[in-house]
């Protein structure tokens, strides 16, 4: 919504876009998007995946600089997935529970709130950011001949224990 808000008020003053065909860049482009809840204040700082049902940002809590993401709905007929996901991540993961055993595995759930962007109440889902952890599609462009079959193994392993856990 940032980029596509940035690109009208662009195309929607001449100044600005002549500078624009000029330079290549966005002049003056919009501030950054915060959500403040009673649980901290949050940046939308960069879309860093983009699905289906939802698109997730990366952001970080004010308070500590923890690294979070923020799972925002893409449209009002997704919430109630939302919801349900961060209700079982509550359920999975609770606050006061250790990030031991499976719950290691899991994304912690931080908040989870509701936004009206001016086209309709979206679901938000923040979760803690797993940096210690690497795509299957990093993996594959560090090894672009694949990885030796033990390690598949073990990756494979890893996934069918979460799957257990979660079922």
Do not use: C
């Not at 290549?24 to 289906?52: E, R």
């Not at 049902?53 to 690294?67: F, N």
């Not at 006061?96 to 936004?115: K, W």
Request: hydrophobic content about 40%; aromatic content about 8%.
């Amino acid at each position: 919504f940032k980029q596509i808000n940035d690109a009208y008020q662009v195309l929607g003053d001449s100044a600005k876009k002549a500078e624009y065909d000029k330079t290549g860049t966005i002049p003056s482009a919009a501030p950054v998007v915060v959500i403040t809840t009673k649980k901290g204040t949050y940046p939308l700082l960069s879309k860093i995946a983009s699905g289906d049902l939802t698109d997730v940002y990366a952001s970080e809590r004010k308070s500590d600089g923890a690294q979070l993401v923020l799972k925002v709905s893409k449209d009002s007929s997704i919430n109630d997935l939302v919801q349900v996901e961060s209700r079982v991540l509550s359920k999975m993961f609770p606050a006061e529970a250790a990030e031991e055993g499976m719950n290691r595995y899991l994304p912690h759930l931080v908040d989870t709130l509701q936004i009206n962007d001016g086209s309709g109440i979206r679901t938000v889902n923040i979760l803690e950011r797993l940096t210690n952890w690497h795509s299957l599609e990093r993996v594959r462009a560090a090894y672009p001949a694949g990885v030796k079959f033990e390690h598949a193994v073990w990756m494979f392993n890893r996934v069918l224990e979460i799957l257990a856990y979660v079922h």
